[in-house]
């Protein structure tokens, strides 16, 4: 059984970056036959996937155009974990985040809810 | 991008019917759409992929259909359980995977 452990700060103020965690147990992070993912969710833009990362001999990364100036997913194998940084966030950033595994996504985090306000 | 939608927003149905819920792309995205049905407070679970395959553990009573453009989801028998909000997803059009905006199946 794949269980993904999503950690990060709740609140973060605005224009600053916002980083979470998600830590992988019962799969392998650099296993070349899937992808790790963020994706989030408000009620006004409903699920959003945000971007991926993958090993396949190197590490690749693919990210929605619309955040793709302000995101950066990091693998890390020696923990088993990934990554996401959101630079520069808004009050529109507000939304419950979540990593997940695959391409259809079959495994997921807990979702951690995230509040962009000072 | 690939722009999903589904109908209807809301399908309110008897325990024990049937529901059909559709969703449609933008563009042909093949066979490659998900099904997920997610209840309040947890994350989406996924039901069906490749359109018609049902995941681990997936009830029989949770159907998928279609290929291309238009694609159906079809809970026979309702439980009480499964009245939840679906999305369907689609996977065939890198690197955005979009979402559609969900169907909520609620208690007549």
């Known amino acids: 059984q794949v269980l993904l452990q999503q950690s990060g700060p709740g609140l973060v103020e605005p224009s600053q970056t916002l980083s979470l965690t998600c830590v992988i147990s019962?799969?392998?992070?650099?296993?070349?036959?899937?992808?790790w993912n963020w994706i989030r969710q408000s009620p006004s833009r409903g699920l959003e996937w945000l971007g991926r990362?993958?090993?396949?001999?190197?590490?690749?990364?693919d990210y929605a155009e619309f955040v793709k100036s302000r995101l950066t997913i990091k693998a890390d194998r020696s923990k088993n974990q990934f990554s996401l940084q959101l630079d520069s966030v808004t009050p529109e950033d507000t939304a419950i985040y979540y990593c997940?595994?695959?391409?259809?996504?079959?495994?997921w985090g807990q979702g951690v809810l995230v509040t962009v306000s000072s | 991008e690939i722009v999903m939608t589904q109908s209807p927003a809301t399908l309110s149905v008897s325990p024990g019917e049937s529901a059909t819920l559709s969703c449609r792309a933008s563009?042909?995205?093949?066979?490659?759409l998900a099904w997920y049905q997610q209840k309040p407070g947890q994350a989406p679970r996924l039901l069906i992929y490749a359109a018609s395959s049902r995941a681990t553990g997936i009830p029989a009573r949770f159907s998928g259909s279609g290929s291309g453009t238009d694609f159906t989801l079809t809970i026979s028998s309702l439980q009480s359980e499964d009245f939840a909000v679906y999305y369907c997803q689609q996977y065939n059009h890198w690197p955005l995977f979009t979402f559609g905006p969900g169907t909520t199946v609620d208690i007549k």
């Open positions: 563009q042909s995205v093949k066979s490659k």
């Open positions: 990362t993958n090993y396949r001999s190197e590490w690749y990364n």
């Open positions: 997940a595994r695959g391409y259809f996504f079959d495994f």
């Open positions: 019962g799969d392998i992070i650099s296993d070349s036959s899937v992808a």
